[in-house]
């Protein structure tokens, strides 16, 4: 896996390059809720769409790519959390478990990830709400709709942020 966070940055962040996430033994509510928000995304294109779709490709494409991303940030915030090594973590068999099991990924990286995943070339479809004039249904079937920007701000505004916290990054 040859993947690579900060790449990208937005207009005025600076990249992240080493940047480590603060972390905590407890279970981090707020980074399984981003993680959830973003795997959504993926769950309301293949449920409004059929799977083989162009779009429903498109949307597995770039949710492993997300996918990639985040085990490069369990990767940076994992050895900083006591009694959870690095190879417990990698036995888990889902990557939300172990970021609510082992950690609190940072604001900061939860904006990276995202500003990485807007830059994918398949994030065209993903990067805003879906426009529901134009899907018929679209609210009957898709109770939580989620996309890229309303992400972004949900980290911007601490919507992902653990019980107690008063920030994440």
Known sequence: NNVKL?????????????????????VSVGSSAFVSDVRLIWANCNSYNEPSSEIAMTSSKLGEYFESLLSVVIQQITPVVKGVSETKAKKSDSVGKVVSKVGVISKKLMLQVVTDMK???????FLYPVDVSLAAGYTDLIKKPMDLSTITNNVKLGVYKDEGEEGLG
Request: proline letters at 0%; one cysteine or more; aromatic letters at 4%.
């Open 6 to 26: 900060g790449v990208y940055k937005d207009e005025g962040e600076e990249g992240l390059g080493s940047v480590v996430g603060s972390s905590s033994s407890s």
């Open 119 to 125: 830059a994918h070339e398949c994030a065209e479809h």
